[in-house]
């Protein structure tokens, strides 16, 4: 059963769906109770104080919770056991100090391409070219190695963020 938030100055739907236990706002701004909400405010994130945000159950998976604010966590699966970075990827902007590169390698190591800085000699690990060409090369891309518009759009879109 939904319940009803009254925004207050500052509030977005970001804000309120970290408070109510939801990782995506789009969550709460899609949800069927809030279609009166979406034709008030065409843009989602532009709220008034005063709007009321209806908040849908959070979905409980029993195991699977990761907390919002978490930075860490461990993944063991039989023997293997691997401790993880939470909620670190960079993003995938050429606007970026980096264009996008520590954002790429990041998306790249989360949908199994091993990458590895350029200076480091692992003969079972690639630079960010080798990986994003193994990467085109799966999706039938032009195999260029280069982190431009096309393969970049391609990886937000396979990695889904």
Do not use: C
Not at 27 to 45: C, F, Q, W
Not at 145 to 154: H, I, K
């Amino acid at each position: 059963m939904a319940s009803a938030h009254t925004v207050v100055a500052g509030d977005t739907l970001y804000t309120i769906a970290q408070q109510n236990g939801f990782p995506n706002w789009r969550t709460i701004s899609d949800h069927a109770s809030n279609t009166a909400l979406r034709a008030l405010r065409l843009n989602p994130h532009v709220l008034h104080p005063g709007d009321i945000v209806q908040i849908p159950e959070v979905p409980k998976r029993p195991g699977l919770e990761v907390p919002l604010d978490a930075h860490t966590a461990t993944l063991q699966a039989q023997q293997l056991k691997r401790d993880l970075d939470v909620g670190r990827l960079n993003p995938l902007l050429v606007t970026t100090t980096d264009q996008g590169a520590s954002g790429a390698k990041g998306r790249l190591r989360n949908i199994g391409f091993a990458v590895v800085d350029v200076d480091v000699d692992e003969p079972s690990q690639f630079d960010l070219a080798e990986a994003l060409r193994r990467f085109q090369s799966e999706q039938q891309l032009a195999t260029s190695g280069l982190l431009d518009a096309a393969p970049r759009d391609w990886l937000q879109q396979v990695h889904g963020s």
